[in-house]
């Protein structure tokens, strides 16, 4: 069994930043790939950004250049660091990570972007 905790989401201005922070428990002998997803009002869950056991990452192109995810593998854990935030980057962001070739998902963090 895995269990995801994620933390740091909230309210914050356009031009702002945060700090998405997602802590892995439980059977894990080793994570694979690690991600975040977010998912605005009636809209499908979409990949924002993934990174590899090996350190590879990849960005969706609306958040190239601003949004950066990391990894500390002693601690289980996958960080999103979100800078120069849009309004258009509201939603509800999750975590995943793949174990054994399945993925596990964490509760997910509301992100509001608002003036």
């Known amino acids: 069994q895995v269990q995801l905790v994620e933390s740091g989401g909230g309210l914050v201005q356009p031009g702002g930043s945060l700090r998405l922070s997602c802590a892995a428990s439980g059977t894990i002998f080793s994570i694979n790939t690690m991600a975040w997803y977010r998912q605005a009002p009636g809209k499908q869950r979409d990949l924002v950004a993934s990174?590899?056991?090996?350190?590879?990452?990849q960005y969706v192109d609306s958040v190239k250049g601003r949004f950066t995810i990391s990894r500390d593998n002693s601690k289980n854990t996958v960080y999103l660091q979100m800078d120069s935030l849009k309004p258009e980057d509201t939603a509800v962001y999750y975590c995943g990570i793949v174990v054994a070739g399945f993925w596990s998902w964490g509760q997910g963090t509301q992100v509001t972007v608002s003036s």
């Open positions: 990174i590899t056991s090996g350190g590879s990452t």
